[in-house]
């Protein structure tokens, strides 16, 4: 089966998941859910962007934006959610200028966050002064949410805001001694900590147009993971992050379909067939990249 | 008929909201209390008395298997015939340079295969992992999810589940009043913690208690909800037994985890299950296996009388005595007044 034909296969099972108001859950059968919406519509937009479900699943995620500008995680969890940049940017990416795009940019710039000064060295060996974007209101900055935002803010032209730079100085001082990131803790009690596939994958496509040393150390424990990473999330994360940031012509797509492939369906939540998906986009024109 | 939160208090609620000033007013103290060179650390069980059971074990499957039955046997738990068993397992994080961080497939698969002998129409394994989003790649690299499917038994990840709000029944972390826990633990008639046996560079120790962290949402409180970890670990962990807790626990102790737990430490072989359906006296009692005086650490003298008993002569040990098969787990240095 060639390249297209196996994509538009795999579209097809995918649109097969959407609920009747063209929005997507984690899992099948589950409430629809902010994250798998917004990635699903940039996986349209990268591979089929004239489909009507677009416009559906756009139409689902600005009814998830609440009037302060942030968005909620899910359709029956309204709070302000650390989802609001996925869901901006694939607003954004569809075309949808226009208040609800400024306005969640708005509320990130301002999102509080809590910092820590004079933490002691051997318990955290990061600088926890630094803002970055938490999880959920008012709590630390982690990696995850911090390079989401970055993104973004990035992707909308907010890149040279002070809180943007911070973010990229977050990500910068919890980069782990060996490359890669993990949640945000990069050394605890003088141990460093491990890096994981995900919050490597969205510093780097956070960082995606300033590399330097720490960034090229992610990415070479990112492309040392090739062949060892075992479910299609992590893999598609993986696959878009060595896209976007790898050398010329880095292309996991053989890696995504044999795991599309290999793991059953009831092992592949839907959140991952769309990553899958992302993860075989083009650089050029990826929804996820901030450069070029 | 599904339970609610309401219910897995055991009866106790009345109990627990007379004593819940108790706590506020105890929490302020217990930190001193606790301080390396106090002479003794003040708890009452309140009149409780309860029971725990300790099994030898290894991870063969028939040896599991039979331990298992045989704990279940020794300290019933509830009926679990025709209802809907849900194992709240320990998926931390993935597992790196051989540590034994997460509970033991085997065992896992050995404690559905014994409650589906028991009548459960339907075992459901699950955990929100703390460490990292994607649950799915640790039960892969664990090889869990290829013995799930041989066993047709399914996994859930908790932290992206469908969730629910529930009014913080505790009230011990200040302004955090609603909690939101993952749908298929509130759907569950029967939740059974399956921690491992871990030391803890935070909290002491990581049990049964320890262990109802990763039934709340990770789409509402985040990872690795930090939110529960800044207001004060041990008042999350009472918090949690407030509001819902597990119903029966076993505690795969057959290789556990001593040092730099939850993640980082290294592997130590004590060849136990510890199990119970009252969570203060199986932790207590898997503390004294461990070599760790279970008063020392907060949240379980903070649980003493209020949930069950943490001192000895209140539990009743069956199977294995605990000087039998005590094996003192390395502490990090910080935690030596753990140590007893």
């Known amino acids: 089966m060639d390249a297209a034909t196996w994509t538009n296969t795999a579209l097809e099972e995918l649109l097969g998941s959407l609920a009747v108001d063209g929005s997507l859950p984690y899992e099948r059968g589950w409430s629809s859910a902010t994250e798998p919406t917004a990635l699903l519509v940039m996986a349209l937009l990268a591979h089929r962007a004239a489909d009507p479900a677009v416009q559906s699943a756009c139409a689902w995620l600005a009814a998830r934006q609440r009037a302060d500008g942030f968005f909620a995680a899910s359709a029956t969890h309204g709070d302000r959610s650390w989802t609001t940049p996925l869901a901006a940017l694939a607003l954004h990416r569809a075309g949808a200028a226009g208040p609800s795009v400024q306005t969640a940019a708005e509320a990130m710039l301002a999102a509080p966050v809590h910092t820590f000064v004079n933490t002691t060295p051997w318990l955290y060996a990061t600088d926890t002064s630094i803002p970055g974007w938490p999880w959920t209101m008012a709590d630390v900055g982690f990696v995850e949410p911090t390079a989401m935002a970055m993104i973004f803010l990035k992707a909308i032209g907010r890149g040279g805001e002070s809180r943007v730079r911070q973010g990229a100085a977050l990500l910068r001082n919890r980069a782990l001694p060996g490359g890669g990131w993990n949640y945000g803790e990069a050394v605890v009690l003088g141990e460093p900590m491990y890096p994981t596939i995900v919050p490597t994958a969205l510093a780097l496509l956070a960082l995606a147009d300033e590399p330097d040393g720490t960034t090229q150390a992610a990415l070479d424990w990112l492309r040392s993971q090739r062949g060892r990473v075992r479910s299609p999330v992590s893999l598609g994360w993986a696959a878009v992050a060595a896209t976007i940031c790898g050398p010329d012509g880095e292309d996991w797509t053989t890696d995504v379909q044999a795991a599309w492939e290999a793991v059953p369906m009831h092992r592949c939540s839907v959140l991952g067939r769309v990553l899958c998906l992302l993860g075989i986009a083009p650089r050029t024109g990826h929804p996820l990249a901030v450069a070029g | ?340």
């Open chain 2, 1 to 340: 008929m599904n339970r609610t939160f309401m219910d897995r208090t055991h009866g106790h609620r009345d109990a627990l909201i007379r004593r819940r000033d108790f706590l506020k007013a105890a929490a302020g103290t217990a930190a001193a209390a606790a301080m390396p060179g106090c002479a003794g650390v003040l708890y009452s069980d309140g009149g409780w008395r309860s029971e725990a059971a300790i099994l030898r074990a290894s991870y063969d499957e028939s040896s599991l298997l039979g331990a298992i039955e045989a704990g279940l046997d020794l300290i019933e738990p509830p009926d679990v015939s025709g209802k809907r068993v849900l194992l709240k397992v320990n998926l931390v994080d993935l597992p790196r340079d051989n540590r034994p961080i997460v509970t033991d497939p085997a065992a896992i698969l050995a404690a559905a295969e014994a409650f589906r002998r028991r009548g459960a129409a339907e075992v459901i394994v699950a955990d929100g992992p703390a460490l990292q989003r994607d649950a799915w790649e640790i039960v892969e690299a664990v090889g869990l999810a290829r013995m799930l499917d041989e066993q047709n038994l399914t996994f859930v990840d908790l932290s992206t589940a469908d969730l629910a709000a529930v009014p913080n029944a505790g009230g011990l972390m200040g302004d955090l009043r609603t909690l939101y826990y993952a749908r298929p633990v509130l759907e569950a008639d029967v939740v059974v913690s399956m921690p491992k046996m871990k030391t803890h560079h935070w909290a002491g120790v990581s049990l049964a208690m320890k262990n109802h962290f990763g039934m709340l949402s990770g789409l509402a409180h985040g990872w690795p909800r930090n939110q529960f970890h800044v207001r004060n670990l041990h008042h999350a962990v009472v918090d949690f037994m407030h509001t819902l807790q597990a119903d029966y626990a076993i505690i795969d102790g057959v290789v556990g985890l001593e040092g730099d737990g939850p993640v980082r430490g290294t592997g130590i072989e004590a060849g136990v299950l510890v199990m119970g359906s009252n969570l203060p006296a199986v932790d207590a009692t898997a503390a004294r296996i461990m070599g760790v005086r279970p008063e020392a650490v907060d949240y379980l003298r903070m649980a003493a009388g209020v949930f069950g008993p943490i001192g000895e002569a209140n539990i009743t040990q069956l199977g294995e005595p605990i000087a039998a098969v005590r094996k003192p787990f390395r502490l990090m240095p910080h935690q030596w007044s753990l140590a007893g």
